[in-house]
């Protein structure tokens, strides 16, 4: 294979993209990274209750993901009941663009589609 064709080959060690989408992809990652950007810090049930049809386990997968990655911070208050917080950092808050990007794009295609609005749910 030429040098020209190795270097057009994308695979997970070479490819910006598809190392970004591992961090931030799946249903749910970005959906909780919008959640906190618009809400700044919020509980677990709180975020929950937000992301309609999320698991318990599908949520705290994803957030420790995000967590592991740099994207979220988990605060944890030593009290009973025990209370945890989760917000962005400032990793998670360089995302930011990208999020109001994507979502004036959906915005956008679901206007012209004809679609409901439901912003206030997301």
Known sequence: MSQNKEQGVINEKNCVMIYSME???GKWRVPI???LYQNKTMRYNDLKRNLVGITNIMLTRSLKSLEENGLVSRKEFNQIPPRVEYSLTDNGLQLVP???????WGKERMTKEDMTLKTARC
Request: charged share 15%; hydrophobic share 70%.
């Open 33 to 35: 990274l919008w959640k």
């Open 98 to 104: 990208a999020l109001e990007a994507i979502f004036n």
């Open 23 to 25: 961090i931030i992809g």
